[in-house]
């Protein structure tokens, strides 16, 4: 994909995300939220599962059952408030903590990954004392910038510094540019307000603030963080289903779930997309809460991931 085609790309998402943030936000949500869950899952098995311990794999496994076991009965209602909150925070620092028996033998890369892993767990324990349910949404919007680490991973030399530099750009200044709020007062001088778009069977705006925005922000910074966060989302969808899946060789086959190949795969996505998306328009309040079990496990399962990576692939390099 040319820079052009990139650029032209990521200004369309910004303008739709702008003017229309809760219908873009609902319509992607749909047609790809579960759709990038199984592109990222089968992206992470074929590329790390192969080099990481048996017994490892069992305990993330575990942990992240741990994370089904918490969604679900916070659904039911049997754990909600701060405490449902804790539990999820508790086992995220877990699955933290898992890469220190991993790099304990990876020499100086291994003890930066240990810093890191150790700082992260640090963060946690304050979020969980301090605040925990808000130090979840926090980690929701965080979770928009996971693939610029998924590309920085991949590449090297000169491919690196090139896509970090589009990366700083497109997962950087422009969602900053966005929660400035000054593209949505333009609209808004030219009589359009697009936060004020209320859809059918969704609600409006202010009913979702809470999926991205901490609750001490309020009024127009809230929207605009918020818009924001919906521009992300989409650019993440984008790289996670259109671009990871090119970085697997065609010859990695072999993870821990028997994917099918690329092309059934791709056809599989479709179908999925099709499900979701009508499962949204039919309760889209209801579908939300079931697609978080999914998407809490394949944002969790990035934590070690991500944190273990530099140590996991200069241990055991795969041909690119």
Known sequence: MTPLAVSLGATGLALLAIAFPLP?????????????????????????AGRLPRRLVGEWTLLLGAVVVIRALAMTGALAGPPRAVAELAVVGLLALSVLRLVRDAGPRGARVGGLAGLV????????????????????????????????????GD??????????????LVPLLIATGGPRRALAAGGWDGAALAVPGVGGVADH????????????AAVDLFTAAVYLQCLHYAVVIGVLPRLVPA????????????????????????????????????????YGVFAAVHAWVEVPVLLAAPALVAAAPRPA
Do not use: K, M, Q
């Not at 603030?209 to 127009?220: C, D, H, M, Y």
């Open 209 to 220: 603030l809470g999926a991205f925005v901490p609750s001490w922000i309020g009024g127009a």
């Open 251 to 290: 010859e990695a086959r072999r993870g821990i779930v028997p994917w099918p190949g690329r092309s059934r795969f791709v056809l599989l996505l479709a179908v999925v997309g099709a499900v979701g998306l009508f499962a949204f328009a039919r309760s889209f309040a209801g579908t939300r809460e079931l």
């Open 24 to 48: 873009v936000y609902a319509l992607t949500l749909g047609a790809f939220g579960l759709v990038h869950v199984l592109a990222e899952l089968r992206y992470v098995d074929l590329r790390f």
């Open 121 to 156: 767990v640090l963060l946690l324990l304050f979020g969980s004392a301090a605040a925990p349910f808000e130090t979840l949404v926090v980690l929701a919007f965080l979770h928009n910038l996971t693939p610029v680490a998924f590309l920085a991973e991949r590449t090297s």
């Open 159 to 172: 491919a690196r510094r090139r896509v970090l530099s589009a990366c700083a750009v497109l997962f950087g």
